[in-house]
């Protein structure tokens, strides 16, 4: 569990245990960890709200949701023990863009209210751009550059300029 509370994970798929509830999802490490009602109840609450899941989903499940509400519960989750780092793989691809905006939104409301630093894997050089103060792009497993976004944007690397040109990222 030492590891858990360093770093937490979220993926494409979310990961949710179909057989708990939104709550117990979230709040699982908390209950792993020993935590009191109260402190988990109030963690768990306080990560819905920033995600802007309505408190009435507590008690469903994870197939009584959509597809972003899962994504929501699955970063929720990630975020129970406060780690220092999260790493996300992919978390917002499987959804319409109007809802992926959306929780972009909201991810970016709850990061601003926890210090994590997030590292996290996209080929949606838009939604990089949205979502980052630094850049890494890796082609074959080598890094081809790395900095801060405007930098990034602005490369002289014909590979990174394809890359956001094909995004049209302006």
């Known amino acids: 569990m030492a590891f858990r509370r360093v770093i937490g994970y979220a993926v494409q798929g979310t990961g949710l245990f179909p057989h708990m509830s939104v709550a117990r999802n979230i709040s699982l490490l908390g209950e792993l960890e020993d935590w009191p009602d109260s402190r988990i109840r109030a963690r768990t609450g306080k990560l819905m709200s920033l995600m802007a899941l309505d408190g009435e989903l507590k008690s469903r499940y994870p197939h009584e ?8 519960v699955g970063i929720c989750r990630a975020m129970f023990l406060q780690p220092d ?3 996300l793989d ?3 691809s499987g959804v319409d863009p109007l809802t992926r905006a959306d929780i ?3 991810f970016l409301k709850l990061m601003g209210s926890e210090s994590t630093t997030v590292v996290m894997v996209t080929h949606d050089m838009s939604e990089a751009v949205i979502l980052a103060d630094e850049i890494v792009v890796i082609r ?6 790395q900095g801060p976004v405007e930098r990034i944007k602005r490369s002289a690397d014909a590979y990174v300029a394809r890359l956001f040109g094909a995004s049209a990222v302006s």
């Open 90 to 92: 992919e978390p917002f």
């Open 104 to 106: 972009h939104t909201q």
């Open 65 to 72: 949701l959509s597809g972003g509400q899962q994504q929501r």
């Open 85 to 87: 780092i999260l790493l």
């Open 140 to 145: 074959e497993g080598a890094i081809v550059q």
